[in-house]
């Protein structure tokens, strides 16, 4: 009986070797594999391995196991008492893929293309398909991670003849949102590969501009490329637009208030809006009708509903009331697509509802991004005392920290009297004058010192009115800080026109709407000779208008295609997952009381 124990024991010893054995003999070395075992007997047997090759790659198999099995802190443990550099290439690869893998747990996409750069790698390509496509799948959702999007597509493009089924399927929907996010500028096809053909079928949709321009050109490019991988298997969300053309908009409602505090704000964005009607039939369009609705004399939102399908009403923009916007918000549902020209705060709202609005939030991401991509990494924050000042700076804070910046000191500005006592606390300054104070004392005679300030902020970020930064800008010049790049949002420039209220700014960087940095676009002059009041400050309520009018046939487009954006009057639009319009705005600065266009920040 013991005889019978003892070689059924040396039985299944060896088929867990022969378990972790791929191929035989090779200068790669044999690979792991899944095997019909524990992690606990793979790593009593490497315990009891008579050479370090087989306990390593005993090891190897039990970390890999264990991975698959969910258990990431547990693998990296194990993973830990390999050898690598010991290991033969082909094993490197396998180690190292699953060192990237358990990154990517942890994410941190630098550290799994810090493993996924080994030299081993160079000799990835006589690795078995299933080893290329692993270590293709990891590395192209770190790189995707890490914001190497074209790369991460690269990978992807790479892997996908070796995939079938579902993965097939997964991966090929994951080139093309890869493809679909990347700006219109790096969309330049050189080559007529799968890359240039990817790179030709997004920019074709992304230059189009009505949904059945859209579908014009994506037959077009299907036509010219039909054995492209896309051209058979056409990705979902271009598929989902076949069902948006066949829907054509024949009416809109604008609910606008007329009378009331907002009649003015209502009134900017109608003409902003019927501009852009107008310019659509001007130019050979069929744009649907407009149906005028007074949202101040509204008793309720069903009795506006029920007018609204009566008379024929395919999509409502509006309203502009925050407390409606609430209320619709709050519906299970909505009888017809909605278009709100504000934001409620909290959840996403009925599946019908869309909202677009010249949030300051948006502003604040925006000096965000524009201070990362220029290089900097600890601010120093000013926005008013209130509400809004408290919405501005969280999100810029939540945004800015979330993408590794750090914030050094926050000051919120109210009573002029106390500026420059805060821009000195913000800075030390304070602080330095009790330190040359404390050596007067020390020896006992006169010293000459200029105060110092603290070197640790690389720039402040403001959000004032115009009145505050023409004193805050000064005052920092006064308080030794004149060399610290200042970014702001629109609310500094009123668009006045004059030049000398914009001399004690100057440097200061500010995001803006396209419709007040660009006098000469052609919609501009036209509204802006009929109004002359849409080429000041109110000139971005009319941006919002035109833009609304843009978005409101595209909503669909949008929401089918996340990364698809359009170049609107009031921003670079794109829509977030729970339907809101956020915007990504264009630069300038004061330069001599002259205003001067900045390059467009990076994407």
């Known amino acids: 009986m013991i005889a019978c124990l003892r070689l059924f024991s ?31 007997q ?23 196991l264990a991975y698959h099995q969910g258990n990431a802190g547990q693998s990296a443990q194990i993973l830990q008492q390999v050898p690598v550099e010991t290991l033969k290439p082909g094993q490197q690869i396998f180690a190292n893929t ?27 390509g006589e690795m078995p398909e299933e080893q290329q496509v692993r270590t293709g799948t990891v590395r192209a959702r770190a790189l995707e991670a890490d914001g190497q999007t074209l790369a991460a ?6 892997i996908a003849p070796m995939l079938s089924g579902e993965a097939a399927s997964k991966n090929h929907e994951a080139i093309w949102t890869l493809i679909a996010s990347l ?7 050189t080559t007529d590969d799968d890359l240039g053909g990817w790179m030709a079928l997004a920019l074709a949709v992304k230059t189009a501009g009505t949904l059945e321009q859209q579908q014009a050109a994506i037959d077009n490019w299907r036509a010219q490329n039909p054995k492209h991988p896309a051209a058979r298997q056409l990705p979902l969300p271009l598929t989902n637009l076949k069902d948006l053309a066949s829907q054509p908009l024949n009416k809109i409602a604008l609910l606008l208030p007329q009378d009331g505090p907002l009649a003015s704000v209502g009134k900017a964005l109608r ?28 008793t309720s939102l069903d009795e ?106 926050t000051e919120r500005v109210d009573q002029p009297v106390q500026l420059a006592q805060q821009i000195a606390d913000m800075f030390q300054l304070r602080q330095s004058e009790g330190r040359a104070k404390s050596l007067q004392s020390t020896v006992g005679s006169q010293v000459a010192a200029q105060p110092s300030r603290r070197q640790d902020i690389e720039f402040i970020f403001l959000a004032a009115t115009p009145q505050q930064a023409q004193q805050i800008k000064p005052t920092l010049n006064f308080q030794y800080a004149g060399d610290v790049p200042v970014y702001a949002t629109s609310h500094v420039f009123s668009a006045s026109g004059d030049v000398n209220q914009y001399n ?36 971005r309520l009319y941006a919002m208008g035109v833009d609304a009018y843009s978005l409101a046939p595209r909503l669909g487009q949008l929401k089918a295609l996340p990364d698809s954006r359009i170049e609107g009057q009031s921003g670079s639009l794109s829509m977030t997952q729970n339907q809101r319009v956020v915007r990504e705005l264009p630069w300038a600065q004061f330069v001599n009381g002259q205003v001067q266009r900045l390059p467009n920040t990076p994407r």
């Open 10 to 40: 040396a039985l299944c010893l060896a088929a867990l070797l022969a378990a972790c054995a791929s191929s035989p003999s090779s200068s790669l070395g044999e690979l792991p594999r899944t095997p019909d075992a524990s992690i606990e």
């Open 42 to 64: 793979l790593l009593e047997k490497a315990a009891q391995s008579k050479t370090p090759e087989d306990a390593a790659l005993l090891r190897l198999s039990a970390a890999d």
């Open 98 to 124: 699953l060192a990237a893998e358990l990154a990517m747990t942890r994410n941190q996409p630098k550290a799994a293309l810090t493993a996924l750069s080994h030299p081993s790698f160079q000799r990835l």
């Open 153 to 158: 597509a690269k990978e992807r493009i790479f």
């Open 183 to 189: 700006p219109t500028e790096q969309l330049q096809p």
């Open 271 to 298: 003409e902003g809006f019927m501009a852009a009607h107008y310019q659509a039939q001007q130019s050979g369009q069929k744009p649907p009708a407009i149906e005028f609705y007074d949202s101040s004399r509204l």
């Open 304 to 409: 506006l509903y029920r007018k609204a399908q009566a008379d024929g009403v395919q999509l409502v923009v509006g309203p502009l009331e925050k407390p409606l916007v609430k209320q619709l918000s709050a519906l299970p549902q909505l009888p017809i697509t909605t278009l709100a020209l504000n934001y409620s705060e909290g959840a996403q709202g009925p599946a019908q509802l869309f909202q677009f609005g010249l949030a300051a939030e948006d502003e604040a991401r925006e000096v965000s991004r524009r201070a990362r991509a220029d290089g900097l990494h600890r601010a120093a924050i000013m926005v008013p005392k209130g509400e809004w000042g408290d919405r501005v700076l969280k999100a810029f804070s939540q945004d800015w920290q979330a993408n590794g910046g750090s914030i050094v000191a």
């Open 504 to 539: 004690d700014m100057n440097g200061v960087r500010f995001c803006e709407t396209p419709w007040l940095l660009d006098a000469n676009d052609p919609l501009r002059r036209q509204v802006t000779a009929q109004w002359p009041q849409a080429g000041g400050s109110l000139g």
